[in-house]
């Protein structure tokens, strides 16, 4: 399984803790600006025609609008083959999930098959029960 490169992964991390340890706090202002610098990373990467899948589903992760998850997860997915190793289960989970808010059920067995057999083979135990509890 591929890891993101460090400095991206290290970068990322910084940010989603502050995002959430604002957000645990409550302090709304201080979450934003976090949000705003994990958006300006992702633009600054896709600026440069780099853009990383695990940044991809990073900012969706934390994106509030439910159709703007799908659409970053989608594009997470298709970024992720020029990526070999590159994790998709947790990227199906996060779109099944933000399909089941928007109440879009279509494709939500079909990636969270998918996901499951995924997450199987890497013997990932939380997404798995994760996965089960979204099929019932």
């Known amino acids: 399984m591929r890891a993101p490169p460090k400095s991206l992964y290290s970068r990322v991390l910084d940010i989603a803790t502050a995002i959430t340890s604002a957000s645990e706090v409550g302090d709304t202002e201080r979450q934003a600006h976090a949000m ?3 958006r300006a990373l992702y633009e600054s990467h896709a600026a440069a025609g780099a853009v990383d899948p695990f ?32 994790p998709l289960y947790t990227k199906r989970i996060g779109l099944a999930e933000s399909l089941i808010e928007l109440g879009d059920l279509a494709d939500v067995p079909t990636l969270l098959s998918e996901a499951r057999i995924e997450a199987a ?14 099929l019932r």
Not at 55 to 84: G, H, I, K, N
């Open 121 to 134: 083979e890497v013997s990932d135990e939380f997404e798995l029960e994760h996965i089960d509890a979204l």
């Open 55 to 86: 940044l991809t589903e990073a900012l969706a992760d934390f994106e509030d609008d439910p159709t703007r998850r799908v659409e970053l997860y989608r594009l997470s997915l298709l970024q992720s083959p020029a990526f070999s190793g590159e």
């Open 36 to 38: 705003d610098q994990l």
